[in-house]
Structure formats: structure tokens, C-alpha cells
């Protein structure tokens, strides 16, 4: 039997981030879904991971972490200022999500952003040996896959953008679009999480490269290139059990005495991102108190949000907002020993995470534009006893997925209102019946199956 193939993961982000330097430096589990989604695969299958460990210290060059073993990349502060918060954070991130903030094009970030996604090719180099399967991920990277091909030609090469790609008429703006699709075209493999992402990146290729061919087959480079969607997933067992431990049902309990036992409680967590629409579903939050549809006796909110790129104005602005926003909420409608809304800005860990999926009677995931939203996916497997209702934004990835969730226009807030009321007065039997087959879809088709499907398309 032939051995199955080592696999490479090539990431920006390595799954533990160091906080500090020198001595007092700790590692912290990194958020976010990429992490959340590549950790199980690589535990199972096994391989390596080449990627960066935050900040700008020295850090051992290999580093084994729950038997997976990390490459690090370095970055300096030029390159964190010009590839990470600049081109990726600032220029990328926003076209990608509909640009929600206007993006920036500047072309002192360019130079850093080829720069470190060579860096970034030579580690892998370094780490291929052959026969391997490399899977490079995400948007800081859409270079590396051409980089790559160029010195390791005969290497299976796939690549899987986490976010969603714009439509032409915005990928277009990129003064630098030739040349990332170009990058993109040195794979053998491009998966997206929707058909619509599959498309519009093909559609651009066709459009500013010699590619030719169908939405899912391109010609280019003398190659033939897959472009497919592959909507990413979640360990659905890992959270189904962990809910179901007793240490995750009495921490639920806890949190339920804590909040008052008769209150419903709707939940959010996100990465203090302006895509994750908190700014609005707190908006409608306000409506319902202020409408009296609901009042603090009954219900309160739980948001749960992880700091993220703070040093990138938009993200420090949009922190800054929704302190303001808690601060009115809570001044204006607590009342002794009943708050509206409990806010904790932090990261937690997956355990602590889960405790408060199973409190939660309702999930508020309301993203303005979201490639997937894992979040959405976690809730759904944490109700081992099939209740609880999901509230889920129509502009998320995983709504073409999760239809039975009570899917809404976070801009609309009137809408989104209404929906949060419907789900804390939904009538049990319709609850079971939403959230059963919810589970059943997310347990069918879990992160495994992606990587499968992923790894199988490569493979052919
Ligand atoms: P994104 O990748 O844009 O952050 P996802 O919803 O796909 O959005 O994935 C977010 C991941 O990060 C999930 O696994 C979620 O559990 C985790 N996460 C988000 N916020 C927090 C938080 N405050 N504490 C701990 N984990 C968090
Ligand atoms: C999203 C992106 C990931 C990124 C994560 C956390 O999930 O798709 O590539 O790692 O956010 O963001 P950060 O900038 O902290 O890596």
C-alpha cells in the first residue's frame, strides 16, 4: 500500500500566538476559524505547519505543539507594519468583505506583502520533501502558491481562501490584482467556502490573466487548475462531547445562577471585527428593550468579544464604539442586580466557550459579510440536548448550509429585532425540530469531510 502523503500546512497564523518577549512571554491559543478548523486535521493525519508566532521576537525555528510540528516565520516591524496590518488587514480584508471599511492601496505595502510571502515560500521549500502535499491558506498568502511552483515544480499544491472573494467589478480596484491571481494560479487546487467566491474568482482570472476555461476548470501557465467550493467546517464531535461533560453542564449551570435562572439569555462571540455586525445587533437589542417587546427581567445579552488587530484604526475605532454602545445600553436599561447586557472582551478558552454555548437559549451570529462563521456551526454542536435557536445573518457563509436557523439582514434592524423576539418566544416542538436537523447537518458535514473532499480533489 503506498504511504499517504505528509501534509504542509502554510498559514499566517500559527495555532499559538506568544504574548511578550524574552523571559515573561507566554503562548496563548490563537483565535479564529482558520485555527479552530486546521488544529483537528492536523492532530489526526499528522504534518507540519509553517506559519507565524505573532509578534516580532525570536522564537525557536521548530516548535512542537500538541504533536504537531510548527515552522515559524518571522516578521519584523516593518513587515507586521506593510504585510500584516497594511496589505492584508487594511487593503484585503476590507475589499473582501464587501468594503464595509474603505480599503487602502498603498504601494509601500506592496513591496513587504511579496517580500514575506516569499519568506514564506522558502520555509515551506525548506520543509517539502517529496511526494508531500502543501495546502496554503488564506489571504496573506496568495502569492506563495506561484513562489512555490516556481522552486518545487512537481509539488501537489493546493490553496484555500477562509474569507469570501468580491465580486470582479471590486477585486478589480486592486492595483495589484494581475499579480495575486497569478499567485493564486500556481496551485493545482483553489477552494473557496461558496460557489458565488468559486465563481467570481474565476471570473477574474479569465478577465486580467491568459487563464482560460469553465467557472471550474482553468487552463493556465500550461497547467490544468481546480476552483471549487468547499465550505469549511467544524470538529463536530470534539464540541458535542465537551458539551456534554459534567464539568461543561455544571459551568453552564454556574452561568445560568449567575445571570438569574429566569432570564432567557442570547449570546454572541466574535473576534472584535466591524464584519461581525455588533454594532448593529446591539442596535437591535436596544429596539426590543425600548419597544418593551422585552425588558431585563426576562432576557439579557452575553457578548463574548476576542480583541483582534487592534494597532489598525478601523479595529481600534470599532472597540471604542461598542464600549460606548454597552456603556448607553446598560446605563439606560439595567436595573439593580440585573444588567442588560454582560460584555467581555476577551479571549476564552474553546472549554469556557462551550460552557456558554449550552447556557444560551438563543445564538445571535449576525456578520455584515462573513466567508463562513464557525460560530454559528460550534453553537449548533454544542446542543447535545437539541435545544436552543440560532439567529443567523443571510450575508454569513454558513447560511446556505444552516437554512433552518431564523436567518436575517443584520442592516435591517427592525428585521433582526423581530427575529431575536421570535427565537426567545419560539414554541419548543419548533425549536427541537430547527435545531435537530441544524445538528445533524453540521455533524454530516464536518471539518473532516472538508479536508477530505479538499485533499481528495488534490490528490486527482
Ligand atoms: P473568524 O474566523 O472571522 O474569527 P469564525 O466564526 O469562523 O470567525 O471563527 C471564530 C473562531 O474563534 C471560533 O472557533 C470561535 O469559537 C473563536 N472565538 C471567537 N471569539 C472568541 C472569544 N472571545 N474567545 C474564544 N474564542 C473565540
Ligand atoms: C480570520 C482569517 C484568519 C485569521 C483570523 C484571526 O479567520 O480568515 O486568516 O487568522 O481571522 O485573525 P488574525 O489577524 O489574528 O490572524
Given at each position: 500500500m503506498s504511504k499517504p502523503r505528509r501534509l504542509i500546512v502554510v498559514s499566517n497564523r500559527l495555532p499559538i500566538t506568544r504574548i511578550?518577549?524574552?523571559?515573561g512571554s507566554r503562548w496563548l491559543t490563537s483565535a479564529g476559524g482558520l485555527v479552530t478548523a486546521m488544529v483537528p486535521i492536523l492532530k489526526r493525519r499528522g504534518g507540519c505547519w509553517v506559519g507565524w508566532p505573532g509578534g516580532t521576537g525570536r522564537s525557536q525555528r521548530t516548535i512542537d505543539h500538541e504533536g504537531i510540528r510548527l515552522h515559524s516565520v518571522r516578521l519584523s516591524q516593518a513587515d507586521m507594519a506593510g504585510?500584516?496590518?497594511?496589505?492584508?488587514?487594511?487593503?484585503l480584508w476590507p475589499l473582501f468583505h464587501d468594503a464595509i471599511r474603505t480599503p487602502e492601496f498603498r504601494r509601500e505595502w506592496w513591496k513587504p506583502y511579496v517580500e514575506v510571502n516569499e519568506r514564506f515560500a522558502r520555509a515551506t521549500a525548506r520543509a517539502y520533501r517529496p511526494g508531500d502535499t502543501v495546502w496554503i491558506h488564506d489571504?496573506?498568502?496568495?502569492?506563495v502558491p506561484a513562489m512555490l511552483r516556481a522552486m518545487k515544480p512537481r509539488a501537489r499544491i493546493g490553496f484555500f481562501l477562509h474569507i469570501p472573494f468580491p465580486p470582479e467589478e471590486l477585486f478589480s480596484w486592486i492595483p495589484w490584482r494581475d499579480e495575486l491571481l497569478e499567485g493564486l494560479l500556481g496551485a493545482d487546487v483553489v477552494g473557496f467556502q461558496t460557489h458565488g467566491a468559486a465563481q467570481n474568482f474565476s471570473r477574474a482570472a479569465r478577465r486580467h490573466t491568459d487563464a482560460e476555461g469553465t467557472d471550474s476548470e482553468l487552463e493556465g501557465q500550461g497547467r490544468s487548475i481546480t476552483v471549487r467550493e468547499f465550505p469549511i467546517s467544524i470538529d463536530f464531535d470534539w464540541f458535542d462531547e465537551r458539551a456534554r461533560m459534567p464539568e461543561s453542564i455544571a459551568e453552564a449551570e454556574e452561568i445560568r445562577r449567575l445571570v438569574g435562572r429566569e432570564r432567557k439569555i442570547l449570546l454572541a462571540v466574535d473576534r472584535?471585527?466591524?464584519?461581525?455586525?455588533i454594532d448593529h445587533r446591539l442596535e437591535a437589542y436596544e429596539l426590543l428593550l425600548r419597544s418593551g417587546a422585552v425588558n431585563v427581567r426576562e432576557c439579557v445579552l452575553i457578548q463574548i468579544a476576542a480583541p483582534s488587530r487592534e494597532p489598525v484604526r478601523e479595529y481600534a475605532e470599532m472597540r471604542t464604539r461598542i464600549d460606548r454602545m454597552m456603556g448607553s445600553l446598560n446605563g439606560e436599561f439595567s436595573e439593580p442586580g440585573r444588567v442588560a447586557v454582560h460584555y467581555f472582551r476577551r479571549t476564552l478558552s474553546r472549554e469556557e466557550v462551550v460552557a456558554y454555548y449550552r447556557a444560551a437559549d438563543v445564538m445571535v451570529v449576525t456578520p455584515?459579510?462573513?466567508?463562513?462563521?464557525l460560530v454559528a456551526k460550534e453553537y449548533c454542536a454544542s446542543r447535545s440536548d437539541t435545544t436552543g435557536v440560532l439567529v443567523l445573518s443571510e450575508f454569513a457563509g454558513a447560511a446556505s448550509q444552516l437554512r433552518q436557523a431564523l436567518l436575517v439582514?443584520?442592516?435591517?434592524t427592525e428585521g433582526m429585532a423581530e427575529a431575536m423576539l421570535a427565537a426567545l418566544k419560539m414554541k419548543k416542538g419548533d425549536a427541537k425540530f430547527r435545531m435537530a436537523v441544524l445538528r445533524s447537518m453540521v455533524r454530516r458535514h464536518d471539518v473532516h469531510e472538508w479536508a477530505d473532499s479538499f485533499l481528495e480533489a488534490l490528490a486527482a
Open positions: 511578550g518577549s524574552g523571559a504585510f500584516y496590518h497594511g496589505l492584508s488587514n487594511r487593503t489571504y496573506h498568502l496568495m502569492l472584535l471585527d466591524y464584519t461581525k455586525g455584515l459579510r462573513d466567508g463562513m462563521n439582514n443584520p442592516r435591517d
